[in-house]
């Protein structure tokens, strides 16, 4: 089975400061790995995932994760944040085979302070 | 490529009746997945579909959920006897599955159910 965790529902954080937030997985195969934005009354979009591979991966609006095995963990960094990275982001993780299900974490509610 | 449209956006019904949503997937995906997601939450999984086949259900989804995808194209999820808790957002997501690769599931906007 597998299963995320993400801490502090809410981060603030000052524009052009790091963004930073925190996924660490517990998996007992081998994990893929995703971060999923969420804006308001909108579905998921993929920021980025790890499959295999290098571990650390970029994705999407100028965030990018690492992959940790030996620290369980994904975390998900932005060096500058922007006003229109206000949203909820999720953490999620699969099996690397079988029906790829995703587990989610409860997520972080990023405010961006002008 | 359209992406994952769902239908309706959004449904208000009353408790005790029964509702049907819909999700179209992106076109050529295999699989086809339904999460829900309630306030303050991650999505949860429910069920999900590679091609016609429903091959795995979430103990969430109750004998009062149903969901079909004929002939590996659209999908239904339909709740009968709605309850109170059953209000969330219904989200739908679809992925292209071959060998390794395709493990990454694209969602729709969701459907947002209430249940009065």
């Known amino acids: 089975a597998q299963s995320v965790t993400q801490l502090g529902s809410h981060v603030s954080v000052s524009e052009g400061a790091l963004v930073l937030l925190r996924c660490n997985y517990s998996?007992?195969?081998?994990?893929?790995l995703f971060w999923y934005v969420q804006y308001p009354n909108q579905g998921l979009q993929l920021l980025l995932k790890?499959?295999?591979?290098?571990?650390l991966v970029k994705g999407i609006n100028g965030f990018e994760a690492e992959f940790k095995k030996s620290e369980t963990s994904f975390h998900l960094t932005k060096p500058s944040a922007h006003m229109s990275d206000a949203a909820e982001y999720f953490c999620a993780v699969s099996a690397s085979y079988g029906n790829n299900r995703l587990a989610f974490g409860k997520g972080n509610q990023v405010v961006v302070i002008p | 490529d359209t992406g994952v449209s769902q239908d309706p956006r959004h449904k208000i019904t009353k408790r005790g009746q029964n509702v049907t949503f819909r999700c179209d997937p992106i076109s050529e995906h295999n699989r086809l997945y339904w999460y829900r997601q309630t306030l303050g939450q991650g999505p949860e999984f429910l069920t999900y579909?590679?091609?016609?086949?429903?091959?795995?259900k979430s103990r969430l989804l109750s004998d009062r959920f149903s969901a079909e995808r004929p002939k590996g194209s659209f999908s239904t999820l339909e709740i009968q006897r709605t309850e109170q808790g059953d209000s969330a957002m219904y989200l739908c997501?679809?992925?292209?599955?071959?060998?390794?690769?395709?493990?990454?599931?694209?969602f729709g906007p969701g459907t947002r159910l209430t249940v009065t």
């Open positions: 997501a679809s992925s292209l599955v071959s060998g390794l690769a395709g493990v990454e599931q694209y």
């Open positions: 998996s007992s195969v081998p994990p893929y």
């Open positions: 579909f590679q091609n016609e086949a429903q091959l795995e």
């Open positions: 790890y499959t295999t591979g290098a571990t």
